[in-house]
């Protein structure tokens, strides 16, 4: 009798909390594409999805339609999807939304042709660029790229890696063996340069290192303008622009190096990292040139100033991040990005396929507090998190690639497109709740 009772209690606690928190989206559409049977275990094909800049609003009916690109193998689709007009805009005359799923457009046409096709590749990463020459660039399993123009199914330039002689037998065999993409590639600012790496090219038994190339993205995208060796690495997982010259990497010795293209190959600096296991990710933030965030295999982040890091090493003293925070069980940070409409804004990616959403105003808030006033770093981190993105299909047994397999969307803030290593394809707004100490209602409560 007493567990019925307070089985009952419980039931009504869970309906009181249902009905103040109606979602835990804001907003969540799912797809399974019919592309994802072509294969046989289509779990192992490394995957990526990156946002498209179109955008359709009808206000009369409360919508708008936008699109992702995602890959299978060496094609790749162009996905449309619905969403309420009032994730974009504030315009308080909006129309209640008229329309069924997010999806419901390409589900109905039940099948879906490759927007494009980069044969015989397997494409892990996409970038949309939206430049004069292409819309796309995009990197393969071996660094391999191409270039890709709207209405033109192939190619309009590539460049072409390929494994040969040159590539150390380790490296191969790592690369077999391992769910995890070792190559990477970035685009500056200005859209004129693009840098690559390729894994390690071996010059003889004690002399293995991998390659950054300076690719030309503007005259003639695709050609090489230098290549820079980075010694005793075997591949360079994160390059990231910082600027139209300044760029960052991080390689598989756990070390982070600030490059120059105007300079002569060598880092400007170097900070390695050998507390909290090897660094699997790294990103630096759009809108605060000196800041970025490494991930580790142990599920530790660290958010780091460069301005620091260039005052220790001018002191030779060891870099000191401005925080730690932690992914639950020891996740591995194989991916992070920061937000591109705020400033605070992050999510990372697990190797479990989890993403976790941080918001580092608290941190900022504690910068300024008064010493009585600081938090520590548990409930630091409690404050940080915001919400976590797990979908039950994301779950895995085995350590599936999840890099580049997450984006923010460019133009609608908040709006994360994933997909899922069995290539379900979401998109959803997380409902982060209400702020502590406020009665003002969230965009969730305004809409219910």
Known sequence: MVNEKINKIRNEEFKIWKKAVPSLYQHISTFKPPYTTLFESVEKFPKAVAFTHKIAPNKEAGTLVASLLCSQGGDIYEVEFQLPLGLYSTDDDLKDPKYGTAFASVASVGKLEPKWTYQGQTVTKIEYVGGSHADAVVMTANGSLAWFKEDCKVPVFVMEELVGVSTSFSQIHNQERSHNVKTDFAVSEDVETLVKSQPSMAAGQTDEHSLLKVVDNAQSPGQLVRSIPISNTSFTQVIRFLDNHLFCTCSDDSTVRFYDLRGNGEPLWSM??????????????????????????????????????????????????????????????????????????????????????????????????????????????????????????????????????VAWHPLISGLVGCVDPDGLLTVYKGFHGKEDNSDAPSEIEAEV
């Not at 979908?391 to 890099?403: K, L, M």
């Open 272 to 405: 390695a990292d050998p507390h909290d296991g090897k660094l699997l990710s790294l990103d630096v933030s759009p809108m605060i040139e000196s800041l970025f965030m490494t991930g580790s295999e142990t599920g530790v982040l660290k958010l780091w100033d460069l301005r620091t890091i260039i005052a220790c090493l001018e002191n030779k003293e060891e870099p000191i991040e401005i925080a730690k925070l932690f992914h639950s069980a020891a996740d591995p940070v194989v991916d992070v990005k920061f937000g591109i409409s705020s400033p605070t804004e992050i999510l990372s990616v697990g190797g479990s396929g989890n993403v976790y959403h941080w918001d580092l105003e608290p941190l900022f808030s504690q910068e300024t507090a008064e010493s009585d006033e600081l938090i520590d770093a548990e409930e630091l981190q409690q404050q940080c998190l915001k919400f976590i993105h797990s979908g039950g299909g994301r779950r895995q047994t085995d350590f599936y690639n999840q890099r580049e397999t």
